[in-house]
């Protein structure tokens, strides 16, 4: 852990020539802080921020980077609205539901503050337009929940010359940095400084499998909000070079001191980053080869009365949810521990489920190691079950 590491940086922005009599009387209580001033308050209005993603961590961060007065706001979003975000996508509401993200994030922003520029970006962000998007900012912040949009994040920002803010949230727990490889006074660093790699697949699931609680959203973004705010007005000590994790069961902050790691290589180029992260891991994807079911196949199945243990691999919290008739619950932990192999029975064919068919195909691979060579997995998993057979099954 680290004790006051005294970084400061210079304003990333300069400040717009003038502020209007309504700009003064909408953020008069920043301008009477020392530390923001009419110059700061006019650094963040020449600012242009942009926001990759409008989820759980986009949310409170392109509200309240609105209502400080950001001039110009970008939005890199393509999805819809879903009625499972409204839990912590706080930027959203019901009638949204449907609706382009993007769309529904802008018109909020707007109503909060109709004096800042949005510019909306509605494409997945991809190694062909990330460095090209990126140059056109000051500042980018990252709150995707999914490791190969982080790397390809990282390294478009150190090609484009960018610092942009990080966080990562998990069920109770969050974490923020700054990276920026151009740092001056040698203070550079990147997300690969960090994680060097992406974990093993499977090792760390998506909120979408996890879960998040949803107000720890607000909890992380608004320190990613505050770290904006900092490097673009130049004020503080901005997390370049830390780490700050944050437990909500506990109540805790605490920071942890990162270095630029010699052994991190030159970033040069994008790659292709699904397959650097990979989805499944390679034994996964060699055992689901020829051994996945759709699930109008395992309908067929079940219903020929061929004999089959339909094993459901997902969290008791997730059984209770919803599950396809007929299933047991044995818990893809319990089959890693190696505990749950004795309970396979060995005259019904294996049947293996999860909510989108990747903690099943990791299943797979293990129960054909120990010699269930007939055992199959379900392609896209009881999300695909329902919507195909099942569409009033509750879904989550």
Known sequence: MSANLDVSLPPLVEPAADLTREEVTRYSRHLIIPDVGVIGQKRLKNAKVLVIGAGGLG????????????????????????????QRQIIHGQSDIGRSKAQSARDSVLEINPLVTVNLHEFRLEPDNAVELFSQYDLILDGTDNFATRYLVNDA???????????????????????????????????????????????????AEGGVLGILCASIASVMGTEAIKLITGIGEPLLGRLMVYDALDMTYRTIRIR????????????DYEAFCG??????????????????????????????????????????????????????????????????????????????????AEVLAIVKKAGFSDAVHLQGGIVAWAKQLEPDMVMY
């Not at 150190?158 to 727990?173: C, D, H, M, Q, T």
């Open 59 to 86: 949310s409170p961060t392109l509200l309240y980077l609105a209502a400080a007065g950001v001039g110009t706001i970008g939005i890199v979003e393509f999805d819809v609205v879903d009625e499972s975000n409204l």
């Open 279 to 360: 989805v499944v891991s390679d034994a996964a994807a060699e055992a689901a080869a020829g051994s996945t079911v759709t699930p109008l196949e395992l309908k067929e199945l079940i219903d020929s009365g061929k004999p089959l243990a339909l094993i459901d691999v997902r969290e008791p919290v997730e059984w209770d949810i919803n599950h396809i008739e007929g299933a047991e619950l044995i818990p893809k932990p319990t089959f890693e521990s190696g505990d749950a192999l004795a309970k396979l029975p060995v005259d019904r064919t294996p049947v293996l489920y999860c909510k989108t068919g990747i903690r099943s």
């Open 260 to 271: 630029k790691d010699p052994a991190t290589p030159k970033i040069t180029e994008l790659i």
């Open 157 to 207: 920002a150190v090609l484009a010359g960018k610092p942009y803010v990080w966080g990562s949230i998990y069920r109770f727990e969050g974490q923020v940095s700054v990276f920026w490889e151009d740092a001056p006074d040698g203070l550079g660093l990147n997300y690969r400084d960090l994680y060097p790699e992406p974990p093993p697949p499977g090792m760390v699931p998506s909120c």
